[in-house]
């Protein structure tokens, strides 16, 4: 049985991007994981991991700033706008008009009860691969945190969110305690 480093930081959020980014790559190093996806809201941390990792399709969450992206998409950083498979879609339309809990956002809730990044992690996933951006027969490296930068990476065999059963966390390389 392999034993697989973990790093579990005391604090959520930005201080842990390049921890987070060095234990992704050198367990995707190990494991031939040729598939990365980032979360990024400006960009930064899709850059950051650009200078880590030669190879990723990166996910963003709003419009980052156009200099940023300039910069990442020299570096062959794949931008990704789409709405969120867990959270901000039809079942939040639902709930707003009907009230309720919706499916989706209840799991994002349980995703949540292990941290932020967890959930976001595996939603930016099933976001590319409903963008066909990724080969669901190959594991990825799915990389968030909280608000700002990265603190989780997570390995997972992914799925479309039609499929969302499918999708599987494989191991836990680094989160916020």
């Keep these: 049985m392999p034993r697989i480093e973990c790093l579990v930081f005391d604090q959520p959020g930005p201080d842990n991007t390049q921890d987070t980014l060095a234990i992704a790559k050198q367990r995707g190093d190990e494991l031939g994981i040729r598939q990365v996806v980032v979360a990024t809201s400006t960009g930064q941390t899709a850059l950051e991991a650009a200078k880590v990792f030669s190879r990723g399709i990166w996910e963003k969450y709003v419009a980052p700033d156009p200099e940023i992206v300039a ?73 968030a945190g909280t608000d700002t930068g990265a603190d989780t990476a997570l390995v997972i065999t992914p799925s479309f969110s039609f499929k969302f059963f499918d999708i599987r966390i494989r191991e836990v390389l680094a989160k916020p305690r």
């Design 71 to 143: 910069e990442a998409e020299g570096l062959g950083v794949q931008f990704l706008t789409c709405p969120h498979a867990l959270m901000g879609s039809l079942d939040t339309a639902v709930q707003s008009r009907f009230g309720g809990l919706p499916p989706g956002e209840f799991v994002s809730y349980v995703y949540y009860t292990f941290c932020q990044g967890v959930k976001v992690a595996v939603e930016v996933v099933l976001m590319a691969a409903d963008a066909a951006l990724l080969d669901t027969d190959q594991d990825v490296i799915g990389i």
